[in-house]
C-alpha cells in the first residue's frame, strides 16, 4: 500500500514598522534580533491562498497597529522602470494590539498573471498616510513571490484527437479516437 503526506505550512510575513498607533514615532531600539533571511512567498492559482501577517518593530517585538489599515501588494517589476501593481488586497486584522493578520488572495485572482516571479509589499496607512514597511533589516520593502500554475492547474486538460488512419489494402478505417 502506498501511502501520501500532506503537510499545512503558514505562509507568514513579518514585516517592521516603527510609528506607534498614536503617530509618534518610536524611540530609536537598539537591534538584537535579526532577520536572518526573508523567505520567499509560495502562491499557487486555483485555490485560496492565506498568508498570515505580523508587524513588529526593529527589536521583533509585537507592535501596536490600532487604526492602520495594511494593504498587500504582488507588483510586477520586470521592466523596472515600469513597475506596476498587478494584485492589491486588504489584509485583515485579527489582534491590532500585537499587529497580527492574514490577507486571502483568490485562485482566480492569480490567473490574471502571466510569469511567475513577482515581488510583494505591504503598504500601511496611518494618520501620516501611506508608510512603507521592511520585509528585512537592510530596510527593504520588497519581498520575492513565485506564483505557480502547477499545483492546482486552472484550466480544463486538452482533448487530443489522434484522428484516424486509412489501410487502402483491406478497406478499412482504423478510428483511434480521443485521449
Known sequence: MQTLQSFYYDNNIEIQFDIQANCLVLDQLTQRNYFVYTRTLQLYKGVTNIV???VKNADQKPLDI??????????????????????????????????????????LDLVQLDREQYNYNIK?????????????????AAGQVFVSNSA??????VTLDLGTIEDPVISAIYDFGNI
Do not use: M, Q
Open 52 to 54: 498570515k501577517v505580523a
Open 66 to 107: 490600532t487604526g492602520s489599515e495594511l494593504v498587500f501588494n504582488i507588483v510586477d517589476d520586470y521592466v523596472f522602470a515600469n513597475a506596476n501593481v498587478v494584485l492589491s488586497a486588504n489584509v485583515t486584522v485579527t489582534n491590532a494590539s500585537i499587529g497580527t493578520g492574514y490577507v486571502a488572495i483568490p485562485g
Open 152 to 157: 492546482y492547474p486552472v484550466h480544463p486538460p
Open 124 to 140: 500601511i496607512r496611518t494618520c501620516w498616510g501611506n508608510v512603507a514597511s521592511y520585509v528585512d533589516d537592510n530596510y527593504g
